[in-house]
């Protein structure tokens, strides 16, 4: 939700040169005279598509209507938008690029969160980062609806964008995949994702309901009052305690989750407990590992370097088809909604797959039609039916292999840097979205030229996903060794050729965490 607020707070409705001859009148009869499309086009040109130019008008001072200036006022159409940033500080025509910038700035503070609250959380913990991050989302998210000039609403974005999206996302995300086993990483992975569209449609509901764009950032911030209660309900992550050697911390929280699920089996706490630790040995170095650690070994920096473009590439795509949402045709809420909406499809159908047909066949899949559906509806006439219709379904593929992304980069890295890499695939997610909005303004050359860049660049990501190993069915890796060995060998194509090599023989399977007994009792 924080992260697509722009979409309604600083909405851009049509608009067009404000007609002193005209719209002064209008104003003057309290809006109940309202110039015609044949008055205005004695003032406004028309532009290809036979409407008027939002940004041009007759000379006044010229003799004929052979020059046109850029206008210095706007008359902006209030059918759906009554205010907006946009609308406030007319970000529109040689200014859009100001507009533009607000979501750049947004997504840059999302790429330094992720880069250094994902470090900070595999350090200090994913409980400490998940709710200060979530109290600073609070504070901000409130206080950027009354910034009252553009430079400190820049400062409040970049910091809302650090807390409001990488600090609790990413480390929630994280902290979800390592609660649960094997057999609940689809579910609630997905439904991690699921949350994320749900977002989206609240966007949208609040944007239809609140006309007042300062009322309805304060209501978007006050959602962060959802995740304060966490530090008081959410236990740390039993991994990442065992990681650092705070091994009674996680026997604990095992042991509290095992009877809370009340299926009659106790944990043995002192199997693990005994001073005598030769069933663990830990790494060396391991509680010190960091994000270089994922570019020190070749098989670690070959998956490192794979999984960030296919973030960048899920990102720049999605984000690029969601920020287009106001520029289809129909009411812009709706359309909105709809987009949130029809992501949950992929995600029901991911759910079932995801654990039959594996997490590489289908991140690739995904991500080469969603491709393939953006060069498409880049060639169809702008708001037609079928254009519509080509990104939404656009939207629905990558969503779905977002979603899974998410879930796979989890399983690929090692615990001791999963908080890591999954903080540099959101950077470069970030670094994806910060540019989406700069590569929109091209269509001011070529209304094709953007979705042409979102769909080739998911093209390539989705080819290049098939080198990476496939994670299903397998032991999330704990150490820096056992991420190196982890699937090495092991691609879509040596799979085909019955060569698949996963080298999970080149390390002792991972230590089972808690030793379960039934309960006699």
Same mark, same amino acid.
């Given at each position: ?68 200036? =850029? ?212 790494? =060396? ?12 070994? /070749? ?22 088809? =969601? ?21 949950? /499809? ?37 708001? =037609? ?123 002792? /399977? ?12």
């Amino acid at each position: 939700m924080h992260m697509l607020s722009l979409v309604t707070v600083a909405a851009v409705p049509e608009h067009r040169c404000y007609v002193d001859a005209l719209d002064a009148a209008a104003a003057t009869g309290n809006g109940t005279t309202l110039p015609s499309f044949s008055q205005l086009t004695s003032y406004i040109p028309l532009n290809a598509d036979g409407e008027l130019e939002s940004c041009l008008m007759y000379d006044p001072l010229a003799t004929g209507n052979d020059t046109t200036i =850029s206008c210095s006022s706007y008359v902006y159409n209030n059918t759906y938008y009554q205010s907006s940033r946009t609308i406030e500080w007319n970000l529109v025509c040689d200014k859009r690029w100001m507009g533009a910038l607000g979501q750049t700035i947004y997504m840059l503070g999302v790429f330094t969160g992720a880069v250094w609250l994902g470090g900070l959380a595999d350090k200090i913990g994913r409980k400490k980062v998940f709710c200060w991050s979530a109290l600073m989302q609070l504070i901000l998210g409130v206080a950027v609806a009354f910034t009252p000039e553009y430079i400190s609403f820049l400062v409040l974005r970049y910091l809302y964008g650090i807390f409001g999206s990488a600090g609790s996302y990413i480390t929630g995300f994280v902290l979800t995949m390592e609660l649960v086993g094997p057999s609940k990483r689809t579910p609630c992975g997905i439904s991690f994702q699921g949350a994320f569209a749900g977002g989206i449609m609240l966007v949208a509901a609040w944007g239809a309901l609140i006309p007042d764009r300062m009322i309805l950032q304060v209501v978007y911030g006050l959602h962060g009052l959802l995740l304060v209660a966490h530090w008081w309900i959410m236990d740390e992550s039993p991994r990442w305690l065992w990681m650092q050697g705070r091994k009674r911390e996680a026997v604990d929280i095992v042991d509290r989750a095992v009877r809370m699920n009340g299926r009659g089996m106790n944990v043995d706490k002192e199997y693990y407990l005994v001073e005598d630790k030769t069933t663990y040995t830990e790494e =060396s170095g391991a509680t010190s590992a960091g994000l270089g650690d994922l570019f020190k070994t /070749p098989n670690l920096r070959k998956m490192t370097l794979n999984v960030c473009l296919c973030w960048f590439a899920n990102s720049i795509t999605y984000y690029g088809l =969601s920020l287009s949402a106001g520029k289809l045709s129909g009411n812009p809420f709706l359309i909105l909604f709809l987009m949130g909406l029809v992501e949950f /499809p992929s995600y029901i159908s991911i759910s079932y797959l995801l654990d039959k047909l594996g997490r590489r066949s289908i991140t690739s899949s995904l991500m080469i039609v969603g491709g393939i559906c953006c060069i498409v509806a880049a060639y169809l006439q702008r708001g =037609s039916t079928e254009s519509t219709s080509i990104v939404m379904f656009g939207k629905l593929f990558i969503a779905g292999s977002f979603a899974v992304i998410y879930n796979y980069s989890a399983e690929l890295f090692p615990t001791v840097v999963r908080n890591s890499a999954m903080g540099l695939g959101s950077m470069c997610a970030r670094l994806a979205g910060a540019l989406t909005p700069m590569i929109t303004l091209l269509d001011s050359f070529d209304p094709k030229i953007p979705a042409v860049i979102f769909g080739v660049i998911s093209l390539v990501s989705g080819t290049w996903v098939l080198f990476l190993p496939e994670t299903m069915g397998k032991p999330m890796p704990q150490s820096l060794m056992d991420g190196e060995n982890f699937g090495r060998g092991d691609t879509a194509f040596s799979s085909c050729m019955g060569r698949n090599k996963t080298h999970t023989e080149d390390f002792p /399977p991972p230590q089972q965490m808690v030793p379960l007994r039934k309960n006699s009792r």
